[in-house]
């Protein structure tokens, strides 16, 4: 069991948490391990740190970020993105939980992770994230914080759904849990059971299938899980990267 403080118990005594001491870990984009440049500074590919050979790459030199700090620098103007080795599923009514961190030069339409037809999710302004889901049809939810988390500096964040009927988001924030404002109208979806339905996706850092809404800014590092995480394990995820990223 993980302690929270980004070490767990073995046999042999401690050893070290790593992201993949948490179970159905599918892609880990990892700060500074295997990532391959070409002669200058740009990424050709992100390799998976997950085990699951699921790598990032982007063949066109003109779509290439450069590398920053062991992550990748992503220009807009240039339509930076990079498509994955392998669609990554969620079944409907499925949990999830993926974390980044990242420092964004424009705080909107940045998108994250996206399949092949449109977003999936998307950091829509400083104070909401949508999530577009499409199976068994598209339902956009749109998460509202009043604190406006996505400005400012580099963060750490964290989104998991839980599973089920009556799943729900929950968002931290460099460990720190950031309140949700529940349903108004049509325009914010954060009460639970509202968007639990199923999504793919392949693509980072762009929107249907690179063609807009580029992500503008350094994605230091990403990770996604085909579950929901359970509070420890938040706890430990969240104690890793921020300890890795000084935050």
Not at 31 to 54: H, I, L, P
Not at 160 to 189: E, H, M, Q
Request: glycine letters at 12%.
């Amino acid at each position: 069991m993980g302690l929270g403080l980004g070490l767990g118990l073995s046999k042999s005594g401690y050893t070290p948490f790593t992201l993949t001491s948490v179970s159905s870990l599918a892609l880990w984009l990892q700060n500074g391990v295997r990532v391959e440049v070409d002669g200058s500074s740009n990424v050709t590919k992100w390799n998976d740190s997950s085990g699951n050979n699921n790598f990032a790459e982007q063949d066109t030199t003109g779509n290439q970020g450069t590398l920053s700090s062991g992550g990748i620098d992503f220009e807009e103007d240039n339509e930076d993105h990079y498509d994955l080795n392998s669609s990554i599923g969620i079944a409907n009514e499925g949990g999830f939980c993926i974390a980044w961190v990242m420092d964004t030069e424009s705080s909107t339409n940045n998108t994250l992770i996206s399949d092949s037809g449109n977003e999936t999710i998307r950091i829509q302004n400083a104070s909401k994230i949508r999530v577009l889901t499409n199976a068994p049809s598209n339902k956009e939810s749109i998460l509202h914080a009043g604190s406006a988390p996505f400005g400012g500096a580099k963060a750490l964040f964290l989104l998991n759904r839980t599973a089920g009927a009556s799943g729900a988001f929950t968002l931290f924030k460099n460990g720190v849990a950031v309140t949700l404002d529940a349903s108004s109208g049509s325009s914010t979806l954060g009460d639970a059971g509202e968007n639990v339905h199923g999504f793919d996706f392949d693509t980072i850092g762009a929107a249907n299938s690179g063609a807009d809404h580029f992500f503008d800014g350094i994605l230091f590092e990403l990770a996604f899980w085909q579950k929901s995480l359970n509070a420890t394990e938040i706890a430990d995820v969240n104690s890793y990267l921020k300890n890795f990223h000084g935050l």
